[in-house]
């Protein structure tokens, strides 16, 4: 009954959940060791490179939210972050500085293969992921596209199917408009956009991403196998039972319900999160048994 509530209550925060992922606040730029552009598939990909590189641990890879920024979904934690190992934090297709392709649609198929093409272009052959929100369901694609590049993977508040998430999400989306879009994340978006013109046209297409959304079968989360770390808040839009069932599928997977924290608060937990992910990427790898594949 309380998570019907939550589900007729906040259609508006399920719009800009999921489809805008985003923090709480707003956080100014981190200054980045090294950044860019690269030319990638298309596009010219903004990125930051954070910290050093942590003896022969390899770099980890920022995957932020739909509609956001670097900023907006990393700010509180890249900073904690970079301080023990390095970080590669970039602007996917149209967010950001990242300029758009007019005639391209925002995929999670084409984010796997952009990030893909970013670290090849950067000459890193493996890294970790971290990704929240919708950037936990390119994580995924990463994961099952280029399984070579992943060594561990954190997903944050991100679904493999669309029942992990109440109907009244989904409904949502069909009469999102650009005025639900936090004031925050338009700000973000109009202060670093090369062409910030094309704010309703970002929206359409973030927002067309999450009503097309198909998510991925049982049998392909069970062919990830990466250590996985699964993560959301017990008030997310991903219900609790959800991250559950996807923990289980994973071959090798820990599971993290921060309490008290739903999803637009989630980002702001650096308390919590940057100690559980630093000591989930330090952990020793598992060891992989006679047949290739990973004890659990």
């Known amino acids: 009954m309380v998570r019907k509530r939550f589900a007729a209550a906040g259609a508006l925060n399920a719009v800009v959940a999921l489809s805008l992922g985003c923090a709480t606040g707003a956080t100014p730029h981190i200054p980045a060791a090294q950044s860019g552009y690269?030319?990638?598939?298309?596009?010219?990909?903004?990125?930051?490179?954070?910290?050093?590189?942590?003896g022969n641990d390899p770099p980890l890879v920022l995957l932020h939210g739909g509609?956001?920024?670097?900023?907006?979904?990393?700010?509180?934690?890249?900073?904690?972050?970079?301080?023990?190992?390095?970080?590669?934090?970039?602007?996917q297709q149209g967010h950001g500085r990242t300029a758009d392709i007019a005639d391209r649609p925002f995929t999670f198929e084409q984010s796997a293969d952009d990030t893909a093409d970013l670290l090849r272009h950067l000459n890193i052959g493996k890294a970790d992921f971290l990704g929240y929100s919708n950037g936990g369901h390119i994580a995924?694609?990463?994961?099952?596209?280029?399984p070579?590049?992943?060594?561990?993977?954190?997903v944050e508040s991100a679904?493999?199917?669309?029942?992990?998430?109440?109907?009244?999400?989904?409904?949502?989306?069909?009469?999102?408009?650009?005025?639900?879009?936090?004031?925050?994340?338009?700000k973000a978006y109009l202060g670093v956009a090369p062409?910030?013109?094309?704010?309703?046209?970002?929206?359409?297409?973030?927002?067309?991403?999450?009503?097309?959304?198909?998510?991925?079968?049982?049998?392909?989360?069970r062919l990830i196998s990466a250590p996985t770390l699964v993560m959301i808040g017990d008030r997310d839009i991903v219900r609790p039972e959800h991250a559950v069932l996807m923990f289980r599928l994973f071959p090798n997977a820990q599971l993290a319900i921060l309490p008290g924290t739903d999803h637009m608060t989630f980002v702001n937990r650096s308390d919590w999160l940057v100690p559980m992910i630093g000591t989930f990427l330090d952990s020793p790898m598992p060891p992989t048994r006679p047949n290739g594949k990973k004890n659990r």
């Open 159 to 186: 679904m493999f199917q669309r029942d992990g998430s109440d109907p009244g999400f989904w409904k949502s989306f069909e009469n999102a408009k650009q005025d639900d879009m936090p004031l925050e994340l338009q």
């Open 67 to 91: 509609g956001s920024t670097i900023e907006t979904s990393f700010g509180k934690v890249l900073p904690a972050l970079a301080k023990t190992r390095q970080v590669i934090a970039f602007e």
């Open 195 to 221: 062409h910030p013109e094309d704010l309703p046209t970002f929206f359409t297409k973030s927002v067309q991403r999450m009503l097309h959304f198909k998510g991925w079968t049982p049998e392909a989360i």
């Open 140 to 146: 995924l694609q990463i994961a099952i596209s280029h």
């Open 148 to 154: 070579d590049l992943v060594r561990k993977l954190i």
């Open 38 to 54: 690269a030319p990638v598939n298309g596009l010219k990909m903004y990125y930051e490179i954070h910290g050093t590189v942590n």
